[in-house]
Antibody, heavy 117, light 107 residues
Framework: QVQLQESGPGLVKPSETLSLTCNVS????????WSWIRQPPGKRLEWLGYISFSGSTNYNPSLKSRLTISIDTSRHHFSLRLSSVTAADTAVYYC???????????WGQGTLVTVSS | EIVLTQSPATLSLSPGERATLSCRAS??????LAWYQQKPGQAPRLLMY???TRATGIPARFSASGTGTDFTLTISSLDPEDFAVYYC?????????FGGGTKVEIK
């Protein structure tokens, strides 16, 4: 059973870069697609983007210029970097991945990131 | 992007009652639709995928139907653990999006 765990700062200042890492255990990172999803307080879930095990990416157009997702298969983790953050980027950030269904069957517990000075 | 609209926003029901949740897409998503359950402080949990298929370990009281633009999730008899927020999500074209959710609350 794949297990995912997000880590990173819980507080980021406006205009700075938000960086999170998702550690993958219990399964191979060298397959499937690895995603970042966020949920602002009281709002719907938003799929930010995903990366394949080979490193190809797809980003939500609403964030494309600010978002970078990378993967390090040797260290069994993938990462998110979101630049020039504002209060609107305050959210619970989840990492997630597919199972055979090609939908998000495995999720991390989520980490709250607050953008504030 | 494809917008998913869920209704109602809130459903107030008693344990044992039947729940019917709706998800409508702004354009066809074929059968590329899933349903998730989310409880406070937890990550979403995959319930249904490809519009009608139960995910691993999901009880038979959950069923779903639909194709194209109109989808339904049905809980045949609400268990106390079923009171939660339910989201639909498509993977037809990128960006994949989620609906706004339906909260199933205890009446």
């Amino acid at each position: 059973q794949v297990q995912l765990q997000e880590s990173g700062p819980g507080l980021v200042k406006p205009s700075e870069t938000l960086s999170l890492t998702c550690n993958v255990s219990g399964g191979s990172i060298s397959s499937s697609f690895w995603s970042w999803i966020r949920q602002p307080p009281g709002k719907r879930l938003e799929w930010l983007g995903y990366i394949s095990f080979s490193g190809s990416t797809n980003y939500n157009p609403s964030l494309k210029s600010r978002l970078t997702i990378s993967i390090d298969t040797s260290r069994h983790h993938f990462s998110l970097r979101l630049s020039s953050v504002t209060a609107a980027d305050t959210a619970v950030y989840y990492c997630a991945t597919y199972d055979h269904s090609n939908f998000l069957a495995y999720w991390g517990q989520g980490t709250l990131v607050t953008v504030s000075s | 992007e494809i917008v998913l609209t869920q209704s109602p926003a809130t459903l107030s029901l008693s344990p044992g009652e039947r729940a019917t949740l709706s998800c409508r897409a702004s354009q066809s998503v074929s059968s590329y639709l899933a349903w998730y359950q989310q409880k406070p402080g937890q990550a979403p949990r995959l319930l249904m995928y490809n519009a009608i298929t139960r995910a691993t370990g999901i009880p038979a009281r959950f069923s779903a139907s639909g194709t194209g633009t109109d989808f339904t999730l049905t809980i045949s008899s609400l268990d106390p653990e079923d009171f939660a927020v339910y989201y639909c999500q498509h993977r037809s074209i990128w960006p994949f999006t989620f609906g706004g959710g339906t909260k199933v609350e205890i009446k």
